[in-house]
C-alpha cells in the first residue's frame, strides 16, 4: 500500500513538473501572427474587413526582374500586421501593369516605366492617359541591355537583322521600337520572352536581344556563353528628349564584359504610378496610409540587405508631365523635403562648366555630389547675417 502511495505522489509531482515545462515552452499560435488569428477567426466577418481594409495591391513585373524584387522590398519593410499590408503580384511587363492599374479590381498602384504612357498616346492606343495617373514617386533608372554576337560593337550594327523585344504585353519592346524610330534603324523586330529568346540566339535563330531594366538584372547576368557580349547603345541626339546615359561594366556583367571595360547605353525611368483616385475615397485613403509608411521607412530601403537600384531613388523628384499623387506631395512638403529647383541646378552648371560633361553613371553620381556639397555652401551663406559676410 505504501508502495503504491508513493507512486502516486511521484507522478503528480511529475505531472506538475511536465506542466511547468509546458508553460515555459508553449505558445498560444493565435498569439503569434495576425495571419493565425484570421485563421481561427474563420468566417468572422470583422476580421474580413479589417484584412481588406489596410491590404496594398502592388503589380511588379515578370519573375527574374528588378520590379519583381522591388515589390518583395516594399512588402518585406512596410508589412505591419492589420495595419498596412502590402501584396506584391507577379505581372507581365509594363503595358500589361498599366491595363491593370486601370481595370483590374483591387489592383492600387503598380511599377511601369516612363515612356510607356507616351507611346500609347503616340501610337493611338490611348488619349491623355496621363490624366487617369498620379505618380508616388519617380524610382530608378532601366538601363537598356542589347546582347548579340561579339562581332557586333554598336547597335546601328544590327539594322536589318533579327531583334527579340521581349512579348507585347511589357516594356521592353516599346523602349526598343521608340529607339530603333528615333534613329531611323529598321531591324526584323520579333516578340520572344527573354529567357526563350536568348536560347534561341545561342542556337542561331536571333541575332540580338533587348532587355530593358534595372541592373543587375538577373537573366542577362545568369546568361553565360563567350561568344556574345554587351553591345554599346550610343547616346545620340534623337534619344537624348526622353533617355539618360548610362554605362554597364564587368562589375555588373562579368559573363558578358571583359574585366575593366565598359558598355556605353541609355536608362528609362521606371515610376511608381497609382490610378487618380479621387481624394474622398477609400482606395485613395489606403494608398495615402502606404505613401506615409513608405516615406517615413525610406531610408531602411538603401541599406543592405535590398535591391542596390533603391540607392538611385530620390522621393523628391520631379517627373516630367506626370502629376504626383497629392498625399506624396503633401507629404514631402510637411517634411521640408523639396525637388532640386532647376534654376538652381542651371547656376551650379554655369559655375562649373566641365560638369555639364556627363558620360556615365559614375560621372552623374559624381555630379550630384559636386552639386549637393555646392548647394549646402550656399545654403550656410544664406544664413549668415548681412553684416557679418
Known sequence: MRRLFGMAIFAMMMSCVFAARAE??????????????????FGSASTKAAL???TVTLISGTIGGTYVQFGADLASVLDDGNKLRVLPIVGRGSVQSVADILFLQGVDLG???????????????????????????????????VIASKS???????????????????????????VFERLGLKPKVVYIEQRIALEKMRNGEVDAVIVVGGKPYKSVSSFKDDRF???????????????LPATLS???????????????????????AAYNW????????????????????????????FHPKWTEVSLSAPLADWNRFPFAKQWLDQ???????????????????????????????????QFRSWEAEQNAKAQIPAGQK
Open 111 to 145: 511599377i511601369v516605366r516612363a515612356d510607356t504612357l507616351d507611346y500609347l498616346e503616340r501610337k493611338g492606343f490611348a488619349k491623355d492617359i496621363k490624366k487617369q495617373f498620379t505618380y508616388v514617386t519617380k524610382l530608378y533608372n532601366e538601363e537598356m541591355h
Open 52 to 54: 481588406n481594409a489596410n
Open 335 to 369: 517634411h521640408g523635403v523639396q525637388p532640386v529647383a532647376r534654376d538652381k541646378f542651371e547656376t551650379f552648371l554655369k559655375q562649373s562648366p566641365a560638369a555639364a560633361v556627363v558620360k556615365s553613371d559614375a560621372d552623374r553620381e559624381a555630379l550630384f555630389k
Open 278 to 305: 479621387a481624394p474622398n475615397t477609400d482606395r485613395y485613403r489606403k494608398l495615402s496610409q502606404f505613401v506615409d509608411a513608405f516615406f517615413t521607412k525610406f531610408p531602411a530601403f538603401q541599406k543592405p540587405p
Open 24 to 41: 515555459q515552452t508553449e505558445y498560444d499560435p493565435a498569439k503569434v501572427s495576425d495571419s493565425l488569428k484570421a485563421i481561427f477567426q
Open 229 to 243: 557580349h554587351l553591345v554599346n547603345v550610343d547616346y545620340d541626339k534623337p534619344l537624348q528628349g526622353d533617355y
Open 250 to 272: 564587368a562589375k555588373d556583367y562579368p559573363n558578358l564584359i571583359a574585366d575593366g571595360e565598359k558598355v556605353d547605353t541609355i536608362a528609362v525611368p521606371a515610376v511608381l
Open 152 to 178: 557586333i560593337h554598336n547597335l546601328r550594327e544590327l539594322d536589318g537583322k533579327t531583334i527579340s523585344v521581349d512579348l507585347p504585353n511589357g516594356g521592353t519592346f516599346v523602349t526598343a521600337l521608340t
